[in-house]
């Protein structure tokens, strides 16, 4: 049998704890799988002292996650430190400068230095592996890399953040609002207590970078897409998504056009009848359209210690499967000096068109203001709901626009001309709409 592969983990958070915990609960069988038995020789974290259910006496301990990178009898380098620059992003450099294979879940510095970092491992010969950075416990790193070869890809986009999803399933299910979630959220630990990276959409964006950078061999552009969150959504949207047929969901969508790469992220309506919209809870989900397989569908945990834990240890295990002298693939699907530079696409008409929610002042004239707006902007219109809504001794109306297939210009510019007209009282919504088809 093979020698032992040598483990060092950096960070014992709930990752970090899971990894070393399933290494040993399962390593037996790894054994048997991989060839050759896995190790954990080495761990770095702040707190010595801390209990994490886990004996970890038999590793040598580091303070400093670098030293360990360097100097630590090591074969692998385990970064679950978090954080796209500082000593997550010196540690990873340190440990494949010393020719190190590295491991992480850290979709933040590899939206950030991915490209640097691969070329580096490239150089070294040594793998750069991160399946547990996008969707948690879904394979879809490894898919994009290794299983779809031949395949050229259309277009890529899921459900890639659960806090999100968590919060817009239980507003559709019990009524509640936006900031009633979020709490509950918080309280179960699927969201921080500063929330915000999530519900905006920035770690949506990160991993749909990295998905970019597999999906169409560009470098990865996380700077360049397009980004909304869902802290606007009510319950007004809500109700309203589901009487026309659709549930709402944050989508990250990333898609080859004629003029370069569209990338988004933002709230979508989907037809409630689609596979997409069975996605719930913390669930994530991804949708890779293909030229020679058609479209494939990857759903299940998309976070957690436990679905974070088994990519990274399926990274591990695939470290160990290999030996002396196998050329390892390209990190990113494509040696990374040959990747293109992103070419950022115009935002493009899409099937479907919009959902607009318009809160107007219910008096004469409001109803052909929006209806001369959207005439001005080109824009075709499906359906018009309108519902009475006074409160506040102010008399308003609900306009609930449905448009045909148009631009995200045309839309904003017509939005932008009732909100100059005077005849809006609150802030409006502009929601993408998906079709079945």
């Known amino acids: 049998m093979a020698e032992a592969l040598r483990v060092g983990i950096a960070g014992l958070g709930t990752v970090g704890a899971s990894v070393a915990r399933v290494l040993r609960d399962k390593a037996a069988e790894l054994t048997r799988q991989c060839g050759r038995e896995i190790v954990v020789t080495a761990v770095s974290a702040r707190d010595r002292s801390r209990d994490r259910g886990i004996d970890l006496g038999g590793a040598q301990w580091f303070d400093d996650p670098i030293a360990m990178a360097e100097k630590a009898d090591i074969d692998v380098f385990v970064e679950l430190i978090g954080g796209n620059e500082g000593a997550a992003r010196a540690c990873v450099r340190a440990a494949l400068d010393a020719g190190r294979h590295v491991v992480t879940a850290n979709k933040a510095l590899l939206a950030k230095h991915g490209v640097a970092l691969a070329e580096i491992a490239e150089k070294k010969g040594v793998l750069l592996n991160y399946e547990a950075a996008v969707a948690g416990g879904i394979p879809v790193i490894k898919t994009m890399r290794e299983a779809l070869a031949g395949n050229s890809v259309n277009r890529v986009f899921g459900i890639l953040n659960g806090t999100c999803n968590y919060i817009l399933t239980r507003m559709e299910a019990e009524g509640l609002s936006f900031e009633e979630c979020l709490k509950d959220a918080q309280r179960l630990g699927y969201a921080e207590a500063d929330p915000t990276f999530d519900i905006e959409g920035n770690d949506t964006a990160h991993k749909l970078a990295i998905l970019t950078s597999l999906a169409f061999g560009t470098e990865i552009a996380a700077d360049d897409i397009y980004l909304e969150g869902i802290s606007n959504i009510s319950q007004a949207d809500i109700r309203a998504a589901g009487e026309l ?121 409001v109803f052909a203001a929006i209806a001369k ?17 006074g409160s506040n001794g102010v008399d308003q109306k609900t306009v609930i626009l449905v448009t045909h297939e148009t631009t995200e210009a045309a839309v904003r510019k017509a939005v932008d001309g009732m909100t100059k007209d005077g005849h809006l009282t609150d802030k409006p919504q502009v929601i993408r709409i998906e079709r079945a088809d």
């Open 245 to 365: 047929g659709y549930r709402i969901k944050l989508l990250g969508v990333a898609q080859r056009t004629e003029t370069g790469i569209e990338q988004r992220v933002h709230p979508t309506m989907v037809p409630t009848a689609s596979v997409i919209a069975q996605v719930h809870g913390v669930t994530n989900a991804v949708a890779i359209e293909t030229d020679i397989l058609g479209e494939l569908l990857l759903s299940g945990p998309g976070a957690g210690g436990n679905a974070t834990a088994s990519a990274v240890v399926g990274d591990i295990a695939d470290i160990a499967k290999s030996r002396p002298g196998f050329q390892h693939g390209p990190v990113f699907g494509r040696p990374a000096k040959e990747l293109k530079p992103y070419k950022k696409a115009q935002m493009r008409s899409h099937a479907g068109g919009y959902f607009i929610r318009l809160t107007v002042h219910d008096r004469i004239g």
């Open 373 to 389: 707006r959207m005439a001005d902007a080109d824009i075709s219109l499906e359906s018009i709901v309108q519902h009475a809504n």
